[in-house]
């Protein structure tokens, strides 16, 4: 089984709202991330959490906060977005191996717009 | 640095041709990874292979195969008799191992196929 799952599917929002975007995995994995996908480009790396720690933050701005309340979960919350945030943003998982064999599997994305 | 590089942007095709899609790669690291991922219109990101740069054997799943060769810095991807489920945005991937904890892949722009009927 390689699910991960992301609520919501899509979501519209006010740059004045704050909203929260869900990640879920049962497959055993303690490697999480978010990423950020623009219209027909390669998804771009915002974070990464290995064993619910905050590994890697690629300089993303303060209005994104992720947050990793267990082992399966993996959240972002957002806040004061602007309408170029407006994206597919992208969760995926992997187990954290030594190396860099480790596989990442994607969610199916929240597709977000920011009015 | 690393780098990949997928020179194909968009290829179009009629139903049952074959298509290679090409990937070419930049890394100094001897041990790597690649790997191909394809995004339907739906966006999830599909992981269909991972190689590592000790393994040079061509593989088969199906009407798919890929072709690595570190002699050319390639790791094409070859789909046989196309289908219109096909039609996908078709990502290559790196992975250097010299990278320790740093999970990032360097992704290719895509390749955008569509399969027409």
């Known amino acids: 089984d390689t699910e991960v799952t992301q609520t919501p599917k899509h979501l519209v929002m006010g740059m004045t709202n704050k909203k929260s975007l869900k990640c879920e995995q049962h497959?055993?994995?303690?490697?999480m991330y978010w990423y950020k996908q623009k219209a027909k480009k390669p998804p771009e790396l915002m974070f990464v959490y290995s064993y619910e720690k905050l590994s890697i933050n690629e300089s993303v701005p303060s209005r994104f906060s992720p947050e990793c309340p267990n082992s399966s979960l993996l959240n972002l919350h957002l806040h004061a977005l602007q309408p170029e945030d407006s994206a597919l943003y992208l969760c995926?998982?992997?187990?954290?191996?030594?190396?860099?064999?480790?596989?990442?599997?994607f969610g199916p994305g929240t597709r977000l717009t920011v009015l | 640095a690393q780098k990949v590089t997928q020179a194909q942007t968009e290829i179009s095709v009629v139903e049952k041709e074959d298509v290679t899609l090409d990937c070419v790669y930049e890394?100094?690291?001897?041990?790597?990874?690649l790997f191909w991922y394809k995004q339907p219109p739906s966006g999830e990101l599909v992981f269909l292979i991972r190689r590592n740069s000790f393994d040079e054997q061509n593989e088969i799943s199906g009407r798919y195969s890929w072709n690595f060769q570190k002699s050319t810095s390639s790791f094409n991807f070859t789909i046989t008799a196309s289908q219109v489920v096909d039609s996908a945005v078709y990502f290559c991937?790196?992975?250097?191992?010299?990278?320790?904890?740093?999970?990032?892949?360097?992704w290719g722009l895509g390749t955008s196929l569509a399969v027409n009927p």
């Open positions: 995926a998982s992997s187990r954290p191996t030594s190396g860099s064999t480790d596989t990442q599997y």
């Open positions: 497959m055993g994995h303690r490697a």
């Open positions: 991937a790196l992975r250097e191992t010299n990278a320790g904890n740093n999970r990032k892949l360097i």
């Open positions: 890394t100094r690291d001897t041990t790597y990874y």
